[in-house]
């Protein structure tokens, strides 16, 4: 408990540069620094002076150039003064999960075998963030390879909650989570496998979103299991998140997969009420693992919707119980592939000591990789073997799109499907590392909105009693992240969980 | 001994785009090593591939040449096994979707006109190169300029029955290949590459016949390598045969299958009871033997599956039918068109057509200019093929067009010039572009065309060859043919032959039987 606090946002015309910057949604700094109230070199001085405060005990970094980030802000401010356009993230602070390419900077993975690598290019959404004026801030913790849900499998570093310094942050996207979650960022970047953004952003109670498939460009996304990867917006509300997606969202030539559609505004009606919802809820969803506390909030949640007129519906997504098993099949094979090319041969790190082609191949992975990506490699090789390819690979495909169809059939009957994000709040660091299979079953409900390419958003619905946030799960069909996002704001204009921060000690010298 | 081969090729063309299959990088021979790459070829962490469309319309273009059913759906499939020129480790082709299947092709072989089936043709990337240190002590080289390049997998059915025919088969997916602009089909450059496949089939008593183990031969860099290649190893199979059955090879009871109207069983180990694995074997070129290599107990597993970042591709059944229509006419098409139209013979329509189609349309406007279609092809294929060849010049740039070849057909026949004259003119036409009356004049060939002039001639030679006269008016007619010589002499070959002929006898008719002394 005395880690959680209400923190009461100031009113963001009446100061411009105090402590209280770090209370402001991104939205409203970015309007300031357009207009010229602040300057984006201010906005980047005060988040590096939370990083300096706060990361050594949260450790959310992997990476930042405090002057990278300073040069990129002032130029922002030099290119205001002379009246160009800067772009609708002009100035913001953005943190970069380390899996994703940003040209000249190390792009580790969390990786031992990544150590050293330049990549040569720009990710898609690294090219879009700059050209909206985004300052990149530094790249974030993750699981080694995005394979993890506490970000315990960092070859680097634990990263810590920041509302329990004992709990994990979730994962794999845990850096990008925790830095937006104690307010060392205002922005981040994370990419979801099989909740990767979602379950952190619960953990850590902040809003994080995985788009549709083919929403958001991969190229320059390493991957890790290529038909279920996205990458998405973290922020600390739910407009905040919308203005990230905004861009991020769009076709991307160099990404076969992703879709070439008209863009849509997700800002502009953000705030309209609805005229009619349906949410629906699962019955699966409330099964055997789900923590009482946790069901608890989503149970309130479910009332807070009831209270503002949303129609109710009760469904069955019956195929969601295999969510786990398919997951763990289609994932870790796409894996095994796409990890191959990590052999000490081209680029990454080499074995120093070997004694043939097959001996450095073996050595560079052998100590390049970390457990659970071997074990997720050695899953995905089994599961494409010859003799075992029909049973595990080929039946996981089609139990996925029996997945797909329960939603399809969902979303006939409903807006959007509510339930948990988790089953747990934050577990203790160590708590699981010892049960890969536990720790699978954290993703049990943010695996099938990958598997079936669904957008999905976590945003924040409640504490326990030891004050550790809970995430409120949001699904929608392909393409309905407008509604998904009015319907998340709906929901936070009701609630104040969003208005929580975590407590640190700089935070009460003022 | 009754045997009977069996031979399947497996065919990689590489296709002549401008840039590789899923990425910009040019797709060219002979560039600096490693200088044709990016981060996509290079399998560099976070890039994508993307499809080439240019690569999949010749892929597709091959396959209709080929014959082939083209279904409206495919996919790209990942490959996966380690290897230095694979700097992914996994090759992006096609699995069970290939772009097209159940093709053939119809190849004029020593058999005859045979038709062999296609199983599959499918497009997939290619791999680097590798430089080996000749000691094999150094460091090996890895040149990825190579890497990422389309090239198109064409399997045929185990429809070859000879090593000629074979070849025949090869010749005949080249010159498809060429014709169409598809690949160049270089093989020293590796633009076209061959694996063959190849076991034999021979009688055993009881009516049936035994398969030996099949060989996949590697590393054919040349049409001539796949023929001694595939000869040598069906001997060195039938001799293996010959050396093993009844003792560590046996047949087994039962169920044989049929093949090509023969009931047969595979060889098996005796004493495994076990059939006998594919082997590969390797050809090596100086010592004119195939090697092979041991067998692998357990078959590679590739572990194939869908390429999660390529979307499946649809075909358009109106842009299929529009690719079909660029088709135009093929080699065997040509073949036949030759033979009913113009009365060539096989072997000449089969020279013809095996030199392109724009020789073919020489010969046409030749053999109409001419009126003599027969006359046209020999000139073609004795005469102006051997120019081409010996000069290195591509038919457009020869000066001699076909109209004014066609005119010299003609011009010949209208003097009755014989052969040798022909070239003369031929050959001054070929110099100068010019038309054959114009090179007959320029070297002096005068035509004896007025008969008068020429009856006065025939008068002379008669009177100057008593002999020869007497001889004919006794019956022996052969003797008016050195009279003949001397008239021919006299004209030095201007004369047309036939009007001497006639004059000859006419003038013969008149001298008296009785002039005897």
Not at chain 1, 147 to 172: H, L, Q
Not at chain 1, 329 to 341: D, F, G, I, M
Not at chain 2, 36 to 44: D, E, M, Q, S
Not at chain 2, 395 to 401: G, M, Q
Request: hydrophobic letters at 40%; charged letters at 25%.
């Amino acid at each position: 408990m005395a880690e959680q606090q209400f923190s009461d946002p100031r009113n963001p015309n009446s100061s411009s540069s105090d402590e209280s910057l770090g209370e402001w949604p991104a939205s409203v700094l970015a309007e300031h620094i357009r207009d010229g109230r602040l300057k984006a070199e201010e906005v980047a001085e005060y988040f590096l002076s939370k990083v300096r405060q706060r990361d050594a005990s949260i450790r959310a970094f992997l990476r930042i150039d405090e002057e990278a980030v300073l040069r990129q802000a002032r130029q922002i401010d030099l290119r205001r003064q002379q009246g160009e356009p800067i772009g609708p993230l002009a100035g913001l602070p953005v943190a970069v999960k380390d899996n994703i390419c940003v040209g000249g900077e190390q792009t580790t993975c969390a990786s031992r075998i990544l150590e050293g690598f330049v990549p040569p290019y720009d990710a898609g959404v690294i090219t879009r963030l700059k050209d909206a004026g985004a300052v990149l801030f530094g790249k974030t913790n993750m699981d080694e390879f995005a394979m993890g849900s506490s970000t315990e499998n960092s070859a680097y570093f634990k990263t810590v909650n920041p509302w329990d310094r004992r709990c994990i942050p979730g994962g794999s996207s845990g850096g990008s989570a925790a830095a937006v979650a104690s307010g060392q960022v205002p922005l981040a970047l994370g990419t979801d496998t099989g909740g990767s953004i979602r379950q952190p952003a619960s953990h850590c109670g902040v809003v994080g979103m995985k788009p549709t498939y083919g929403r958001v460009s991969r190229y320059g996304l390493v991957a890790f299991a290529s038909s279920l990867d996205q990458i998405g917006p973290i922020a600390r509300n739910v407009r905040d998140c919308a203005l990230l997606l905004q861009v991020l969202a769009g076709h991307d030539e160099r990404d076969s997969t992703s879709i070439d559609r008209p863009a849509e505004d997700f800002c502009d009606r953000l705030e309209e009420p609805f005229e009619s919802l349906t949410i629906g809820v699962p019955r699966e969803y409330f099964a055997e693992g789900l923590d009482a506390e946790v069901e608890q909030a989503i149970r309130e949640a479910i009332a807070v919707f009831k209270d503002q007129g949303a129609q109710v519906k009760d469904l069955s997504l019956p195929h969601s119980p295999y969510g786990v098993a398919v997951y763990y099949l289609v994932a870790t094979a796409e894996a095994s592939s796409n990890l191959a090319r990590y052999d000490g041969v081209h680029y990454g790190r080499r074995a120093e000591q070997y004694e043939d082609l097959i001996d450095m191949v073996c050595q560079s992975r052998g100590q390049g990789f970390g457990a659970e990506v071997k074990r997720r490699i050695m899953l995905g090789t089994y599961a494409l073997s010859a003799g075992y390819r029909d049973a595990y690979y080929l039946k996981a495909m089609q139990v996925r799109r029996r997945i797909r169809d329960d939603f399809c059939r969902a979303f006939s009957e409903c807006d959007v499907i509510v339930g948990p994000v988790a089953p747990t709040p934050a577990f203790l660091i160590g708590e699981k590392v010892d049960d890969p299979l536990a720790m699978y079953l954290s993703d049990i409900y943010t695996n099938p909105a990958n598997l079936a390419g669904i957008p999905a958003l976590s945003l924040p619905c409640g504490f326990t009693t030891a004050g550790l946030p809970i995430g409120l799960h949001l699904q929608a069909a392909p393409f309905a992240e407008e509604t998904l996002l009015r319907v998340a704001r709906a929901f936070e204009r009701a609630t104040t969980w969003h208005e929580r921060r975590p407590s640190f000690p700089d935070a009460t010298e003022s | 001994m009754k045997h009977h081969l069996v031979i399947g090729l497996e065919v990689h063309v590489q296709l002549l785009t401008r840039t590789k299959l899923f990425c910009g990088c040019r797709n060219q021979f002979g560039l600096p090593p490693n200088s044709a790459t990016c981060p996509v070829c290079l399998g560099l962490p976070g890039v994508l591939p993307v499809m080439n469309r240019r690569a999949f319309e010749l892929a597709v273009k091959a396959a209709l040449a080929l014959n082939c059913e083209i279904p409206l759906f495919t996919k790209w499939d990942r490959k996966n096994y380690y290897y230095p020129d694979l700097p992914k480790n996994y090759q992006i082709s096609q699995y069970d979707l290939p772009l097209s299947r159940n093709g053939w092709l119809d190849v004029e072989s020593p058999a005859g006109n045979r038709r062999i089936g296609i199983i599959r043709v499918h497009l997939e990337e290619d791999a680097g190169k590798l430089t080996h240190d000749e000691q094999g002590k150094g460091d090996s080289l890895v040149d990825l300029n190579r890497t990422g390049t389309p090239l198109l997998e064409i399997v045929s059915r185990p429809d070859i029955v000879a090593p000629e025919e074979a070849k025949a088969y090869l010749e005949e997916i080249r010159l498809l290949m060429r014709e169409l602009e598809i690949s160049d089909c270089e093989m020293q450059e590796g633009s076209l590459r061959c694996d063959a496949n190849i076991n034999v089939h021979v009688a055993v008593p009881d009516g049936c016949f035994a398969a030996t183990p099949i060989v996949e031969i590697k590393n054919l860099n040349s049409f001539r390598a796949v023929e001694r290649a595939l000869k040598y190893e069906a001997s060195r199979q039938i001799a293996e045969f010959e050396k093993k059955f009844g003792k560590e090879w046996q047949i087994r009871e039962g169920q044989p299958r049929e093949f090509a109207g023969r009931l047969v069983c595979p060889v098996m180990d005796a004493e495994r009871g076990q059939p006998i694995p594919k082997a590969t074997a390797g050809w090596n070129e100086d010592r004119g033997v195939t090697v092979v290599q041991r067998s692998k107990e357990e078959a590679e597993d590739y572990r194939y599956l869908p390429d999660p970042d390529l979307v499946p591709v649809v075909v358009d059944p109106a842009w299929l039918d529009e690719m079909r229509s660029q088709l135009g006419e093929l080699p065997a098409a040509q073949r036949r068109r030759l033979q009913a139209d113009y009365a060539l013979t096989a072997y000449e329509a089969g020279v013809l057509t095996a030199q392109g189609r724009a020789l073919v349309a020489y010969f046409e406007e030749t053999a109409q200019t001419a009126g003599d279609p027969k006359e046209a092809s020999n000139w073609i294929i004795n005469d102006l093929l051997q120019v081409l060849n010996e000069s290195k010049r591509s038919l457009a740039d020869l000066p001699l067009k076909p109209r004014s070849l066609g005119g010299l057909i003609r011009y010949l026949k209208q003097t009755g010039l014989n052969k040798q004259r022909g070239r003369d003119i031929f050959a001054r036409m070929l110099e100068k572009g010019i038309e054959a009356e114009q090179a007959a004049g320029e070297l002096g060939i005068q035509v004896v065309g007025d008969e008068s002039e020429l009856a006065e001639i025939v008068r002379r030679a008669i009177a100057a060859n008593p002999k020869a006269v007497a001889d004919y008016k006794n019956g022996k007619k052969k003797a008016a043919d050195a009279i003949k010589g001397a008239i021919m002499r006299e004209t030095k070959g201007m004369a047309r032959i036939e009007v001497v002929q006639r004059l000859l006898l006419e003038e013969l008719e008149k001298v008296p039987s009785d002039e005897k002394a």
